[in-house]
């Protein structure tokens, strides 16, 4: 069995064959909190069209929303673990339940060196092979993730999923996208630079608009369509960060309590956000109103599971905030923070800028 030093966006493989990845920094001894993201057809079917996943016999579904959670939690108590701070279980894996790891970054290696007649293939390499013209990063910066890193991907559908390792590799990456994307003849653009990236898409979220999602999601940077000529084709490419290794801290404490307060919208600016872009996504906080939910008077942070509020919002920003009110109490210091995550009201969660000072308008 490989390495079992494993950070965001690393998969994990159990006897079930069942694919998990790697979520967040912060875990309990002798496992790894995940999230469930692919499953062999043998287990479980998915009735969502998007789902199905092959590379010749072998097939999968992925999970979405909370189809992972549902179904882990149902079939498979074994990989849930108990998460100490909160006083229940999460779902996971411990480490002798793995059996093998794939690592996003030595993935991206390979493939990038690997001689192929494959088209998507051909498109990563020139896409690196341009991008690394301009950057002064190298591919050791950069990993993969989603189907590739799985090898089930499918050569003329498939996205470009990507990350980007550390912070300041990310801010180098934003600028030189940000410029490539206002050249004229640049194979990259913007992928959400208009409403059209949008349209026919199913729009769940009850207190964040697809309208303010376009605005928030264009100014990311991150996400971009690269056109590969030899293809004729116009891949969907993100950039999704995490952390180097030397970034990386274990924050678990099992002397700490976290304690479910209620719901809570607020409006509130943002004092610090060297943490928004990765999972989770967390944002200190000034906290102006309390405009439902208790009235906690020492509100520090929120805090984001969802992958539709990473890099929401930047320092000095105004922001809207509804979600979980939770109590932190540890050792040293006790505070709230307003938690966005799976489960009950979902949809009713919403973490978007009000004022911001990047931009005027929406």
Same mark, same amino acid.
């Given at each position: 069995?490989?390495?079992?030093?494993?950070?965001?966006?690393?998969?994990?493989?159990?006897?079930?064959?069942?694919?998990?990845?790697?979520?967040?920094?912060?875990?309990?001894?002798?496992?790894?909190?995940?999230?469930?993201?692919?499953?062999?057809?043998?287990?479980?079917?998915?009735?969502?069209?998007?789902?199905?996943?092959?590379?010749?016999?072998?097939?999968?579904?992925?999970?979405?929303?909370?189809?992972?959670?549902?179904?882990?939690?149902?079939?498979?108590?074994?990989?849930?673990?108990?998460?100490?701070?909160?006083?229940?279980?999460?779902? =996971?894996?411990?480490?002798?339940?793995?059996?093998?790891?794939?690592?996003?970054?030595?993935?991206?290696?390979?493939?990038?060196?690997?001689?192929?007649?494959?088209?998507?293939?051909?498109?990563? $390499?020139?896409?690196?092979?341009?991008?690394?013209?301009?950057?002064?990063?190298?591919?050791?910066?950069?990993?993969? *993730?989603?189907?590739?890193?799985?090898? *089930?991907?499918?050569?003329? *559908?498939?996205?470009?999923?990507?990350?980007?390792?550390?912070?300041?590799?990310?801010?180098?990456?934003?600028?030189?996208?940000?410029?490539?994307?206002?050249?004229?003849?640049?194979?990259?653009?913007?992928? *959400?630079?208009?409403?059209?990236?949008?349209? =026919?898409?199913?729009?769940?979220? $009850?207190?964040?608009?697809?309208?303010?999602?376009?605005?928030?999601?264009? @100014?990311?940077?991150?996400?971009?369509?690269?056109?590969?000529?030899?293809?004729?084709?116009?891949?969907?490419?993100?950039?999704?960060?995490?952390? @180097?290794?030397?970034?990386?801290?274990?924050?678990?404490?099992?002397?700490?309590?976290?304690?479910?307060?209620?719901?809570?919208?607020?409006?509130?600016?943002?004092?610090d956000d060297n943490d928004a872009q990765f999972m989770p996504?967390?944002?200190?906080?000034?906290?102006l109103e309390v405009l439902e939910g208790e009235h906690a008077?020492?509100?520090?942070?929120?805090?984001?599971?969802?992958?539709?509020?990473?890099?929401?919002?930047?320092?000095?920003?105004?922001?809207?905030?509804?979600?979980?009110?939770?109590?932190?109490?540890?050792?040293k210091q006790t505070y709230h923070q307003a938690t966005l995550?799976?489960?009950?009201?979902?949809?009713? $969660?919403?973490?978007?800028?009000?004022?911001?000072?990047?931009?005027?308008?929406?």
């Open positions: 069995m490989t390495s079992l030093r494993l950070r965001d966006r690393d998969a994990i493989i159990t006897d079930t064959k069942m694919i998990f990845r790697v979520y967040g920094y912060s875990h309990p001894p002798g496992a790894y909190i995940c999230d469930p993201e692919y499953t062999p057809v043998n287990i479980y079917r998915s009735k969502d069209p998007r789902a199905y996943r092959a590379k010749g016999n072998q097939v999968y579904y992925k999970f979405y929303t909370d189809e992972g959670l549902c179904f882990v939690q149902q079939k498979y108590p074994q990989h849930m673990i108990w998460y100490k701070p909160l006083q229940r279980s999460l779902i =996971g894996v411990k480490k002798e339940q793995v059996i093998e790891t794939r690592h996003a970054n030595k993935t991206l290696q390979s493939l990038l060196k690997k001689k192929s007649t494959d088209i998507l293939l051909q498109a990563l $390499q020139t896409l690196f092979s341009q991008l690394l013209q301009r950057l002064s990063l190298s591919t050791s910066d950069f990993g993969v *993730f989603g189907s590739l890193l799985h090898n *089930f991907y499918h050569p003329k *559908f498939s996205d470009l999923d990507l990350i980007i390792y550390g912070r300041e590799e990310l801010n180098r990456l934003t600028e030189t996208l940000n410029t490539l994307y206002k050249e004229h003849d640049s194979p990259l653009r913007n992928e *959400f630079e208009s409403a059209k990236s949008v349209e =026919g898409k199913h729009w769940k979220f $009850q207190n964040y608009s697809l309208r303010e999602y376009v605005w928030h999601q264009r @100014r990311k940077q991150v996400y971009a369509l690269f056109h590969h000529k030899k293809s004729g084709r116009t891949i969907k490419t993100e950039f999704e960060p995490v952390k @180097r290794w030397e970034e990386i801290q274990n924050e678990y404490d099992p002397d700490a309590r976290i304690e479910q307060r209620g719901w809570i919208k607020l409006l509130a600016r943002v004092t996504s967390i944002y200190q906080v000034e906290p008077h020492n509100i520090r942070r929120v805090v984001s599971y969802v992958e539709e509020f990473r890099l929401q919002a930047q320092k000095d920003e105004l922001i809207l905030v509804e979600g979980k009110l939770e109590q932190v109490d540890s050792p995550t799976y489960g009950a009201r979902y949809y009713e $969660q919403a973490l978007k800028v009000i004022v911001s000072n990047t931009e005027a308008g929406r």
